[in-house]
């Protein structure tokens, strides 16, 4: 049994920060892409950033220069540290993780989400 729990979410002053943890944990042979998306009431899911197995970052325009994505292979732990942060950051955020049971065997495993709130 596979799981990814976030932490780290909560309320916070536009301006502010937050970081954000995910944690995958159980029957693990190795770990892909991982990433972390939002959803924002009435609004579809949307990639904030991605990061290859080799640590190589992505983000879209919205948070690039405000948001930074790492991670901890030996942790099996992705993070988001998340600067300057706007109340149109408010959302709900997911990690994502690309999962090898073994050397054939994988799929993507989702959070369970964490909230982010900023206010104005």
């Known amino acids: 049994q596979v799981q990814l729990v976030e932490s780290g979410g909560g309320l916070v002053q536009a301006g502010g920060s937050l970081r954000l943890s995910c944690a995958a944990s159980?029957?693990?042979?190795?770990?892909?892409?991982m990433g972390w998306y939002r959803q924002a009431p009435g609004k579809e899911r949307e990639l904030v950033a991605t990061?290859?197995?080799?640590?190589?970052?992505n983000y879209p325009d919205s948070v690039k220069g405000r948001f930074t994505i790492s991670r901890d292979n030996a942790k099996n732990t992705v993070y988001l540290q998340m600067n300057s942060l706007k109340p149109e950051d408010t959302a709900v955020y997911f990690c994502?993780?690309?999962?090898?049971?073994?050397?054939?065997?994988?799929?993507?495993?989702w959070g369970q989400g964490t909230q982010v709130t900023v206010s104005s």
């Open positions: 159980g029957s693990i042979f190795r770990l892909g892409a």
């Open positions: 994502k993780a690309l999962l090898y049971s073994d050397s054939y065997t994988f799929g993507n495993y």
């Open positions: 990061i290859t197995s080799g640590g190589s970052p």
